[in-house]
């Protein structure tokens, strides 16, 4: 059983940066791999980005790539989602999601795939 709780969201001008956190409890994250979705306003969730338990491997949609980076920490059982050049198209509720798996390199892109999910929290970037 792990629980997630995500913080870090807020109103941002376009051009901006957040740093959203995702803090994980219950057990460590350290065999976890870990996503990050977002669901804007009447569409579906969709995925950002994702990052193995070891780190090693991370995975970007084409829309964030260059200006997004997910990272881990697992000796504090969270994973950061660094948000650069934040357009206003990235306005979302945007949630974390965690798989376990013995597989240190697995990363997973689908919302099937996960197990257990946060609460969201919402960015919001004005024009």
């Known amino acids: 059983q792990v629980q997630l709780v995500e913080s870090g969201g807020g109103v941002v001008q376009a051009g901006g940066s957040l740093r959203l956190s995702c803090a994980a409890s219950g057990r460590t994250l350290r065999t976890y791999a870990v996503g990050w979705f977002r669901q804007a306003l009447g569409k579906e969730r969709e995925f950002v980005a994702a990052?193995?338990?070891?780190?090693?491997?991370?995975y970007y949609t084409d829309s964030v790539k260059g200006r997004f980076t997910i990272s881990r920490d697992n000796a504090k059982n969270t994973v950061y989602l660094q948000m650069n050049s934040l357009k206003p198209e990235d306005t979302a509720v945007y949630y974390c999601?965690?798989?376990?798996?013995?597989?240190?390199?697995?990363?997973?892109?689908?919302?099937?795939?996960?197990?257990?999910w946060g609460q969201g929290t919402q960015v919001t970037v004005s024009s």
């Open positions: 990052i193995s338990w070891g780190g090693g491997s991370t």
């Open positions: 999601a965690a798989e376990f798996t013995p597989r240190s390199t697995v990363v997973r892109v689908s919302r099937g795939e996960y197990d257990y």
